[in-house]
């Protein structure tokens, strides 16, 4: 209930209202909230107020927007370590989610001098380029593009994508994976990652870069990969020690 007598100002008394209802499952992932109009009349405060609530829930990462349609619940964040070099499908089946893909583009070309230089390969080497959609739960998390060169994968399927990448690269060729450097950033969805991930135009993501290495003496390139996770269903966790 929001107390205008109250020395805590009304927009808060609402957050945390609400906030409240999230955390008691009352308000539960993927519903629709009450329209800034309808908290406003309900309890006769101005709509500006409301706002002002559910842009903090909303920077929070409990509420999501779409555009048209309103805004609603947002579902449990994943949690990523930063420290380990895994896969989707591992995380994901670590936490009880069943992973899942969808590739939408597998071709074979040549490496433009960007990705031969990160992949340290010869000018127009022959590398796969490999777009998929991952789902947690068959909810769309992240899009990927993966750049590997074929010298390394052979005869790289689109079914062993479909499956596992890492554990074709780690059982069918019986490749070690020793590392990666990887940097994330913020960054506005494009047209690719709006289409695929559900998300409105101008919204930010996480935007992951990897570049990942064989354990053998040259430390040799595997992949470079582009990650772009939704922001309101992606944390990730680094322990640092000092």
Request: hydrophobic residues 35%; proline residues 4%.
């Amino acid at each position: 209930m929001i107390n205008k007598n109250s020395p805590l100002p009304i927009y808060y008394q609402l957050e945390e209202e609400i906030r409240l209802l999230i955390q008691t499952k009352k308000l539960k992932p993927g519903e629709l909230l009450p329209s800034e109009r309808e908290y406003a009349e309900r309890y006769n405060i101005s709509r500006m107020t409301v706002r002002q609530a559910i842009n903090n829930l909303a920077s929070d990462g409990l509420l999501y927007r779409q555009k048209g349609r309103g805004t609603f619940i947002s579902d449990k964040k994943f949690e990523q370590d930063l420290q380990g070099l895994t896969s989707f499908s591992e995380d994901m089946r670590e936490r009880g989610l069943t992973p899942s893909n969808k590739v939408i583009s597998f071709k074979l070309l040549d490496a433009n001098e960007r990705i031969a230089e990160i992949l340290r390969l010869d000018k127009n080497e022959k590398v796969f380029e490999i777009k998929r959609i991952r789902y947690a739960n068959e909810s769309p998390v992240a899009v990927e593009t993966i750049y590997t060169p074929k010298r390394l994968v052979g005869n790289l399927t689109q079914e062993n994508v479909e499956e596992s990448f890492y554990h074709y690269i780690e059982t069918n060729l019986n490749l070690n994976i020793a590392y990666g450097d990887q940097m994330i950033e913020s960054v506005l969805a494009n047209a690719f990652e709006i289409e695929n991930l559900n998300v409105n135009d101008g919204e930010p993501i996480l935007l992951m870069q990897r570049t990942s290495y064989l354990s053998d003496e040259s430390a040799t390139p595997l992949e470079y990969v582009k990650s772009a996770y939704r922001a309101d269903k992606y944390k990730f966790k680094l322990q640092m020690r000092r």
